[in-house]
């Protein structure tokens, strides 16, 4: 199995960045793509970035040219990069490991993004 866990969020004003980590363990050689969702009250949760084992990534429309996804083998870590930042990025954040069609969930990290 694997576990995830997701820190870094907080309150931000508008214009300002906010860096998010999951950091991985467990059975980490099987994850083939990680990925960050975020969930705003009384909407659905939709994907924010995703990044391969390969290295490639994908991107929402909604946040390309503002948000980076990258990570750290060395540390298990995937980093989520978020500038420019706007109310609507406000959502609780989740980070998700994939091994083949499972899916390992984090508990989420709250970004607000308020003046």
């Known amino acids: 199995q694997v576990q995830v866990v997701e820190s870094g969020g907080g309150l931000v004003q508008p214009g300002g960045s906010l860096r998010l980590s999951c950091a991985a363990s467990?059975?980490?050689?099987?994850?083939?793509?990680m990925g960050w969702y975020r969930q705003a009250p009384g909407k659905p949760r939709e994907l924010v970035a995703t990044?391969?084992?390969?290295?490639?990534?994908n991107y929402a429309d909604s946040v390309k040219g503002r948000f980076t996804i990258s990570r750290d083998n060395a540390k298990n870590t995937v980093y989520l990069q978020m500038n420019s930042l706007k109310p609507e990025d406000t959502a609780v954040y989740y980070c998700?490991?994939?091994?083949?069609?499972?899916?390992?969930w984090g508990q989420g990290t709250q970004v607000t993004v308020s003046s």
């Open positions: 998700n490991a994939a091994v083949g069609t499972s899916r390992s």
């Open positions: 467990g059975r980490i050689f099987s994850i083939h793509a």
């Open positions: 990044i391969t084992s390969g290295g490639s990534t």
